[in-house]
């Protein structure tokens, strides 16, 4: 069954009471760092989920999704929330945490929209819970601000759904804007805007290779950086100075790269706030290529594809530097361009990608205007 385009009505014979709305993030540095108690510096994209609900009064919750992937209508009964590896997940997530925290739920009607491409390393499952999260607090008028909806987003996404993210992206799509950059202190979620400069633009390219979280080797990422901790007797990799260099390259390998990369890539957050602030766009962009290195050859979560695409970025005039934004092991890369030159960019890095066999890219940020 199709149903793009159909409207909430249509579906369910009846108009929305509430619309609410979240973006996607693009991550311009700070990768692999959320889950260790550290510095993000994500932005917010112009793809969103949108969400349209109304209340229903007998317990049920009833979802039509409008996207391809995800596809088609499934409902479920408040408190009778279960795992069942699908998109309806994320739904069933933000109820039951919901409950969890003493909100009274009695079923609704939602309908899902969104232009975030699965897969592909900028938060479609965020976009997707805080668009949820805003809806049903808008709905139920529940006095929750925009942080603890980042939290409630997290709790659904790791507690529920059991992908074991860290909480960047629940915060970019719950606080990010489109001109300002979110610094992040992900252990306090402390977080303040820092104004995109004017002279650049971002451009962000999807490789085509999807990845998958919930599976193997983030989770295996992440359990290495937790024992690195251990072994450095520190709570968490934030808690490690990039003065302490013996210190890592005497853990076994391949803890003393995991640790380099979270430790280093912190260090890059900083600066690369000191840069946006001074509007050092040479600086900016030698960071973003450090940290491409450090997640290539440290933290291993880039793959070939993902490499050529930043490598012919590189090559381009006009490009203060390139990176895998995301998760890695697929997804997309972002590159901080000169103003006026990311289209013209992008149309010579999706021919060169495309030279390889097999290999398709998509401009998703910084493309001819829609
Ligand atoms: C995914 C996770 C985030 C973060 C990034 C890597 O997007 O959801 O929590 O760990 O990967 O920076």
């Known amino acids: ?196 400069p004017a002279e650049a633009e971002l451009l962000v390219v999807n490789s085509g290779v999807a990845h998958q979280h919930a599976s193997g080797d983030y989770k295996t990422r992440r359990a290495e950086c937790e024992r690195a901790a251990e072994l450095l007797g520190v709570p968490q990799l934030r808690d490690v100075d990039a003065a302490a260099e013996q210190r890592i390259a005497s853990l076994p390998a391949p803890l003393d790269r995991r640790a380099r990369h979270v430790v280093t890539e912190n260090a890059r957050v900083l600066a690369a706030v000191a840069a946006l602030r001074a509007g050092d766009l040479g600086r900016l962009g030698e960071l973003f290529d450090a940290s491409h290195r450090s997640m290539r050859d440290d933290f291993e979560v880039s793959v070939p594809a993902v490499d050529a695409l930043v490598e012919s970025a590189r090559a381009q005039p006009d490009v203060f530097g390139a990176r895998l934004t995301g998760g890695g092991f697929g997804g997309s890369i972002v590159a901080l361009v000169k103003r006026g030159c990311a289209e013209r960019v992008g149309r010579a890095v999706v021919e060169a990608y495309a030279r390889t066999p097999g290999r398709q890219a998509t401009v998703l940020v910084g493309g001819p205007a829609a």
């Open 1 to 196: 069954m199709t149903m793009k385009g159909q409207s909430f009505e249509a579906v369910f014979g009846r108009p929305a009471k509430v619309v609410a709305e979240a973006p996607g993030r693009v991550n311009l540095i700070g990768e692999h760092t959320d889950y260790s108690g550290g510095y993000v510096l994500p932005t917010a994209i112009p793809q969103k989920t949108r969400i349209e609900m109304s209340p229903r009064g007998d317990g049920l919750v009833q979802v039509a999704t409008m996207s391809v992937n995800r596809g088609g209508q499934r409902w479920f009964r408040v408190g009778e929330e279960s795992r069942g590896g699908l998109w309806l997940d994320y739904v069933q997530g933000i109820t039951a945490v919901l409950r969890g925290r003493g909100v009274s739920i009695s079923g609704f009607d939602a309908r899902i929209e969104s232009s975030v491409p699965l897969g592909s390393g900028l938060s479609s499952s965020a976009s997707l819970l805080v668009a949820l999260a805003r809806a049903l607090r808008q709905m139920l008028d529940l006095s929750i601000d925009d942080v603890e909806i980042a939290r409630i987003a997290h709790a659904a996404e790791h507690d529920f759904v059991g992908a074991p993210v860290g909480n960047m992206d629940q915060m970019a799509a719950s606080l990010a804007d489109e001109h300002t950059a979110l610094f992040i202190d992900t252990r306090t979620l402390a977080f303040e805007r820092i104004p995109l």
